[in-house]
């Protein structure tokens, strides 16, 4: 049976990383709130059921099962955490769990991974965004506890130590089984930066965490010592995180009194403009910021602030569309209720949030499958553009609200080499163990090498290595399709090159790989050579 698996591995892999990634975002305060006065129709429903229900109900545990579905009337955002899961999200603010290199939430009543921490441990495993755990070390997770805190105790556990993971993946039939190698990490929140070609400096976000201003930073004046006079800065994937961070980011980049951003609430103490205080130290670099339709909140912040500051252009495709303000409000026994009090707004008036009914995080699954559906990833005449939502940037230009930020440059989704095979060999992690087993067989030789220029120099003839690959997978279970290898022949090198240059010479390595045949990095550098971002943008 043929199957649409590219896009819906991908949307797949989007709605788990969200549902995590979203809901942990933070621009928020903490404020403990004690009830004055009890409902007295909801205490008098509790005061029937329990001195008239049939049975011994326990109205604690009836009411926690309650709060859940109280709150979807109101947005996609707000959520409750009770007790013992409050006290998670406090001792892993980031929502990692550093041992395995990965952020998991209980959702509908199964285990799924939510984001990969890149080079962790589960992602040097294989497991990838979406998974959904069905067994820890032979126990099926159906015969687990699944509170959060129960997952966090079983999967956390020494370093070098290892676990085993059976997972499902969407698209894939069959149970994938991965051994996680347990490795407390310290995360970093840039993936990768380098020089691109002579005068440009690529920087890859992966988050907006409290110390990626200052990994930021120095990413940029190392680039800047070798030469970089433009930026690329890619915020792909990026799902948001502190929003203070992400404008303090922007501030690098503004001269003074520019806004950045601004929050509108129902009451007062939540509306606040935002602007820069014009002591950033790289105002007069040109810039490029790639984004797409994973990249939410602070990243859409960010974005938003440079291109209705005519200060850099943003290419890619229409961003997700998440702008709300959350507060923690401290409930009595510890629990935390997480309420959005208010709105980001672009400096030239655009919402960032779309629209929503109520909290139903299926709906972000069809908003996200209608894009595909009717083109917009392929075709920039097919973004639902609301013609009602027109606003100006700082110098005449045109922009459109309605949710997400919308590109200056758009850059298709690109499916070149995406076959069933190369489907099967990916889900499967065939091209991280080969990549690996490849390393550990030539380790000694790979780590003389200088960087990964070097390694391209000195690889084997492509032929070879796609035979040798095909050899590999069809020992671990997948079949050789020449035709389709074939179509996928320059992907898999690719990816089998970069995993290579990662485990060598580090993420940059893998970046410069990968990049060298991405269409929007490649996109975003043609631009930056006609200087198409110099300040001020004007079309």
């Avoid at 490795?183 to 380098?194: A, F, G, M, Q």
């Amino acid at each position: 049976m043929k199957r649409n698996l590219p896009i819906w591995l991908t949307i797949a892999i989007a709605l788990i990383a969200f549902a995590a990634g979203l809901l942990i975002d933070r621009h928020y305060s903490r404020t403990t709130y004690r009830p004055e006065v009890s409902d007295p129709k909801v205490k008098t429903i509790l005061d029937l059921v329990a001195q008239e229900y049939v049975d011994t109900v326990n109205l604690d545990t009836l009411m926690e099962r309650s709060i859940p579905f109280i709150l979807r009337g109101l947005d996609p955002h707000t959520s409750y955490f009770d007790s013992k899961n409050s006290k998670i999200t406090r001792d892993h603010p980031d929502g990692v769990i550093p041992d395995i290199g990965a952020v998991l939430i209980v959702f509908n009543d199964t285990i799924r991974a939510e984001c990969i921490v890149p080079a962790g441990p589960s992602d040097v495993a294989g497991i990838q965004p979406g998974d959904c755990i069905v067994k820890i070390d032979g126990q099926p997770t159906a015969n687990i506890k699944k509170s959060l805190g129960e997952v966090y105790k079983l999967l956390s556990g020494p370093n070098g130590s290892t676990i085993k993971l059976s997972v499902l993946r969407h698209g894939y039939p069959n149970i994938l089984d991965f051994t996680v190698t347990r490795n407390r990490i310290v995360k970093k929140t840039l993936d990768s930066h380098y020089m691109i070609d002579k005068f440009t400096g690529y920087i890859k976000v992966n988050q907006f965490e409290r110390n990626t201003h200052k990994e930021f930073l120095e990413a940029l004046t190392q680039l800047q010592a070798q030469g970089a006079k433009r930026f690329i800065i890619d915020l792909r994937g990026n799902g948001g995180g502190y929003m203070e961070i992400a404008m303090l980011m922007a501030n690098e980049f503004l001269p003074s009194g520019q806004p950045i951003v601004s929050t509108r609430g129902k009451r007062k103490q939540y509306n606040h403009p935002y602007n820069s205080n014009g002591k950033g130290a790289f105002q007069n670099v040109e810039l490029a910021v790639l984004i797409d339709e994973y990249s939410a909140s602070a990243s859409e912040v960010f974005a938003g602030a440079l291109q209705d500051n005519d200060r850099a252009l943003i290419v890619g495709r229409r961003s997700f569309g998440k702008g709300l303000v959350q507060k923690d409000f401290m409930l009595p026994d510890s629990s935390v209720l997480r309420l959005a009090v208010a709105r980001y707004y672009t400096p030239s008036g655009r919402c960032i949030q779309k629209e929503y009914k109520g909290y139903d995080l299926n709906q972000y699954i069809v908003e996200l499958l209608e894009r595909y559906k009717h083109g917009e990833a392929y075709n920039s005449d097919s973004i639902q553009i609301d013609k009602s939502q027109k606003y100006t940037t700082a110098h005449g230009r045109t922009v459109y609200g309605g949710g997400g930020i919308i590109p200056d440059i758009f850059v298709a989704r690109d499916t070149t080499g995406i076959t069933n095979y190369y489907i099967d060999v990916e889900n499967a992690g065939l091209l991280q163990r080969f990549a690996f087993t490849y390393c550990e067989k030539n380790r000694k030789t790979l780590e003389k090498m200088s960087d990964y220029k070097q390694f391209l120099r000195t690889t084997p003839i492509d032929n070879d290595i796609i035979k040798e690959f095909a050899e590999f997978a069809a020992e671990g279970g997948i079949v050789p399709r020449w035709y389709y290898i074939n179509k996928s022949r320059d992907l898999i090198l690719t990816k089998i090159k970069a995993i290579i240059a990662h485990d060598i010479f580090g993420p940059e390595g893998y970046s410069a790989i990968v990049n060298r045949s991405d269409k929007t990095v490649l996109a975003a550098l043609k631009a930056l050579n006609q200087h198409k971002a110099a300040f001020p943008i004007t079309n």
